[in-house]
């Protein structure tokens, strides 16, 4: 059974950092899977933040561009998020999503495996 687990989430002011990690688990080996990261707001549809590929193709939403990276350690089964120069309406769960398809994708309907969430909370 293939488990994703978020962690790193937390109540930080604007304009502050947060890493989010996303550890894979049960028979699964991420260097082949895409991955990506969504959040979703109270009242809000689920949105892509970032996706990455098996060859480390990289998408972001323009919201985050310039200030999220999304990167991934194979050997560790994990892939992450650096949120720089956070803002209030990041304020959102986050969510890990994986596939085995490598190539980067960004509706969330191209996911099969999906994470608990992690929320982060930014103060202004």
């Known amino acids: 059974q293939v488990q994703l687990v978020e962690s790193g989430g937390g109540l930080v002011q604007a304009g502050g950092s947060l890493r989010l990690s996303c550890v894979a688990s049960?028979?699964?080996?991420?260097?082949?899977?895409?991955m990506g990261w969504y959040r979703q707001a109270p009242g809000k549809q689920r949105e892509l933040v970032a996706t990455?590929?098996?060859?480390?193709?990289?998408n972001y939403a323009d919201s985050v561009k310039g200030r999220f990276t999304i990167s991934r350690d194979n050997a560790k089964n994990t892939v992450y998020l650096q949120m720089n120069s956070l803002k209030p309406e990041d304020t959102a769960v986050y969510y890990c999503?994986?596939?085995?398809?490598?190539?980067?994708?960004?509706?969330?309907?191209?996911?099969?495996?999906w994470g608990q969430g992690t929320q982060v909370t930014v103060s202004s």
């Open positions: 049960g028979n699964m080996f991420i260097s082949i899977y895409r």
């Open positions: 999503a994986a596939d085995r398809n490598g190539l980067i994708a960004t509706t969330p309907k191209e996911y099969d495996y």
């Open positions: 990455i590929g098996s060859a480390i193709q990289t």
